[in-house]
């Protein structure tokens, strides 16, 4: 009996032990899950969370915090317990107290053992709940943060749109501004369309009398073709008769003897146009230039006028009759006066360094003497010599012969007509020969660069072409001279510029040139004395001004306003050139007075070298019969 009681004392005991055990247990499974209760809904969110994660987040917590404080007395108090119970050993009682002790404390054992599961299933209900909730919890977290992500997407598209906003409220102030300029066009647009419709209105009304003005404009056309075809026609016999009426005013200006004037316009300098200056001089017709001088404007009529356009060719076309009057055997000057740079040697030599490029009067003169002594070889046996001299500071130099110190005479032979003597006369077979010995000639001319031209012709420059034909039918013989003059410059010694040697070459130009103008004053006014010795430039044209010769002059001038003082003094003496008459005849005689002549003008050159001192060989005395 002893040992079954000390078996059930023993199983009590264990009993007790296994309830306190499962308590122990079940408040350990409860503390452990509240425990990871704590850790998985207790943890903070990152910091990058918003307002709203916290709040959500908040409240569940301070339900766990309140249920971990209710099950931590709880599992106190029962640790307590289960201490008191483990540590109080069970009093020995006596055997019925003994006997009725175990039974009590296995029902109440029980008893908490009940209770214990029952707080076990809550505990657990409760469990499950927290893991429920914090399963929600997750998921609105995680949706939170969801939603943070939408909240950041958005607040970018937020900035584009507002950068959208911004651009398309510039735009539309853009749009706002051409709108106003759209519509100010649109009101200016409206005008004009209803004046258009005014206009419209006014052509429609004037459309209804078209068709007669169309009628009369055909009319009008036919009128105007006719009228015009006559035109034509009067222009072409205009034209016509103008060259008649030139070629007769030159035939009775032949006949009366006067000296024809011709004026040719050089165009304008690249240096005077660079400078600014303007055209002075202006060509009115074929034979008046108008001039502005400084007292308004003058006009001057001559026999011809060549304006700045005309080429060599236009200028020799009407210059060739007179070449032809040399075969016809009379004498025929012609020479060219004007300032330095005017043309002068242009006209009557052309282009100095290339002069058969743009040949002036003398290469084309002589060419046509040899192409008509050719045409007229059966008729006539002709001889063509040529001297070239200079007058340069008052003394004549032979260009021929420009090495040879010599007295070179002018003599006045009967009938007005000039000798030069002591130079050298050379005989030229065709066009080519006289050219060469032109050519030859000029290389000696003195020139020199002034403030006027870059090669100035300080000489003046007289080519004379003698021609001597024989009429194979009548054995009559006719000589006659071609003389070409080339004038030194007509200005101011100021303008001219240079040193000393200059001005004195200036001082003999004007010199001379004034004595040209005192004869030709005395000729215009049929003085009783004309100076003709008065220098050595008048003394060699003596033949040509108011001798028995064909006389041209050629006044050439400047267009530009700088030049109008020199050029309007070239125009007054043309003019007075133009009022001398000259008594041309023909030079005719027989063999026997050209040998008689012949032999004079021997003796005579022979005597002149005797008083000179020069030697005379017996050759030239025995062809006189003089040894």
């Known amino acids: 009996e ?302 011809n006028i060549f304006q700045y356009n005309c080429t060599q060719d236009q200028v020799y076309e009407d210059t060739h009759s007179l070449i032809q009057s040399t075969l016809d055997g009379f004498n025929v000057c012609v020479f060219a006066y004007g300032q330095t740079g005017s043309g002068k040697t242009f006209t009557m030599i052309g282009d100095e360094n290339k002069p058969m490029q743009y040949p002036g009067l003398a290469p084309r003169a002589f060419q046509d003497i040899f192409v008509s002594i050719e045409e007229q070889a059966h008729q006539f046996e002709r001889k063509v010599t040529c001297y070239m001299i200079e007058l340069y500071r008052d003394k004549l130099y032979d260009l021929l012969d420009p090495t040879t110190e010599k007295n070179i005479e002018v003599r006045m032979l009967p009938g007005k007509a000039v000798e030069i003597r002591n130079v050298i006369i050379e005989q030229a077979n065709s066009s080519d020969e006289l050219m060469e010995i032109f050519e030859r000639g000029s290389s000696g001319r003195r020139t020199k660069a002034t403030n006027m031209n870059s090669s100035s012709s300080r000489s003046h420059l007289i080519i004379a072409v003698i021609v001597e034909s024989r009429n194979l039918a009548t054995d009559k013989v006719v000589q006659a001279k071609l003389s070409l003059v080339d004038l030194a410059g007509s200005e101011r010694a100021e303008r001219v510029g240079g040193d000393a040697d200059t001005l004195e070459e200036g001082k003999s130009i004007n010199q001379s040139l004034s004595a040209l103008g005192n004869v030709i004053t005395a000729l215009g006014s049929n003085a009783s004395y004309i100076p003709f010795r008065a220098n050595l430039l008048t003394s060699v044209m003596k033949d040509s001004l108011g001798g028995n010769s064909k006389t041209l002059m050629f006044v050439n001038v400047s267009p530009a306003d700088s030049n109008t003082t020199e050029t309007l003094s070239s125009l007054e003496y043309a003019k007075r050139v133009q009022a001398v008459t000259n008594n041309a005849t023909k030079n005719e005689q027989n063999a026997e007075v050209d040998a008689l002549r012949t032999t004079t003008s021997t003796m005579a050159n022979i005597i002149s070298r005797l008083r000179n001192g020069e030697e005379v060989t017996q050759d030239e005395l025995a062809a006189l019969n003089l040894a």
């Open 2 to 303: 002893e040992e079954d009681e000390e078996e059930e004392e023993n199983k009590v005991q264990e009993t007790q032990i296994e309830g306190a055990d499962l308590i122990d247990d079940g408040d350990t499974i409860e503390k452990d899950q509240d425990d990871d209760e704590e850790k998985e809904e207790g943890t903070p969110l990152s910091d990058s969370k918003g307002d709203v994660e916290s709040s959500v987040t908040s409240a569940p917590k301070k339900k766990i915090d309140t249920k971990k404080k209710e099950k931590g007395k709880s599992s106190t108090s029962r640790e307590q317990e289960n201490a008191a119970i483990i540590k109080s050993p069970p009093k020995r009682q006596s055997r019925k107290n003994q006997k009725q002790e175990p039974q009590t404390s296995l029902a109440s054992d029980l008893k908490k053992i009940k209770q214990l599961e029952s707080k076990l299933n809550e505990s657990s209900a409760s469990v499950a709940k927290l893991e429920e909730k914090l399963s929600q919890a997750k998921s609105s977290s995680l949706e939170l943060q969801k939603q943070q992500k939408e909240i950041k997407d958005l607040q970018k598209k937020l900035e584009l749109y507002q950068k959208e906003r911004d651009k398309t409220t510039s735009a539309v102030g853009s749009l706002e501004e051409e709108r106003d300029v759209l519509a100010k066009d649109k009101r200016k647009l409206e005008e004009e369309l209803k004046q258009a419709h005014l206009e419209a209105k006014a052509a429609k009304s004037a459309a209804d009398g078209m068709e007669s003005l169309q009628e009369k404009h055909n009319e009008l056309k036919e009128k105007f073709k006719v009228a015009n075809t006559e035109a034509t026609k009067f222009k072409t016999s205009f034209e016509e008769e103008r060259k008649k009426r030139k070629k007769l005013h030159n035939i009775i200006e032949d006949m009366k003897g006067k000296i024809r004037v011709f004026c040719r316009i050089r165009p304008m300098s690249s240096r005077e146009l660079s400078e600014g200056h303007t055209v002075s001089v202006t060509p009115l017709d074929d034979f008046t230039v108008s001039i502005m001088a400084r007292h308004g404007e003058k006009l001057f009529d001559f026999d």
